[in-house]
């Protein structure tokens, strides 16, 4: 089975939960929203993620996003959103794309592989030219882009901003 990518699903269960506790709840700005709840509310927690990405129930502004696991056989190593479209903060802040490795598991090269599955889900889920930013003090996720092929197109003060097409 090796390194594959796996879709959040309803059924998910206490090995995705420990590994969302041990990434935190916002790390250069990737938002963890699971990090922290009880596994009951986690339990919920993936039925909304699970409705977003079917486009159910989303909050005012949001656009649907998908959730994937990236795993290495069948430890769950770090995981990544999809999101579909961009809102006015995420066309600033994140892009449609968005991804963290487990702390136990940094340094290993997985990112790399994650990002790039990520951007092949983007292709078929019809996302069209896929932005991703990156916060100027995290090198780390920026070379993990470039080894991905991604295009710089701008850059501010705080961030990078790249395209995959
Ligand atoms: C950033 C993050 C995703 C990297 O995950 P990872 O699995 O350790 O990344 P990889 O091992 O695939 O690759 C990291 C690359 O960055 C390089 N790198 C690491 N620290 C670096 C630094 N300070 N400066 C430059 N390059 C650095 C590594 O050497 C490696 O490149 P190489 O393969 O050419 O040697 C991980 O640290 C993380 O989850 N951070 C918190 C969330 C986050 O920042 N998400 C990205 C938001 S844009």
């Not at 656009?63 to 696991?69: I, L, R």
Request: aromatic share 10%.
């Amino acid at each position: 089975m090796a390194l594959h990518l796996e879709q959040l699903s309803v059924n998910d269960g206490h090995a995705v939960y420990d590994m969302l506790q041990r990434i935190g709840a916002c790390e250069n700005e990737f938002k963890n929203t699971a990090h922290g709840l009880t596994y009951e509310e986690f339990q919920e927690w993936l039925k909304e993620q699970d409705d977003w990405a079917q486009g159910r129930n989303l909050p005012e502004g949001y656009v649907p996003q998908t959730v994937f696991w990236l795993f290495d056989d069948a430890v769950p190593v770090g995981f990544g959103k999809v999101r579909h479209g961009l809102n006015s903060h995420s066309r600033t802040i994140g892009g449609n794309i968005g991804y963290a490795i487990d702390p136990l598991h940094r340094g290993k090269g997985y990112a790399t592989v994650l990002l790039g599955c990520l951007v092949e889900k983007a292709r078929e889920l019809n996302v069209g030219e896929t932005l991703l930013s990156v916060e100027k003090y995290n090198p780390a996720s920026k070379r993990v882009i470039e080894k991905n092929g991604g295009k710089q197109i701008n850059e501010n003060s705080e961030r990078w901003f790249f395209t995959f097409d």
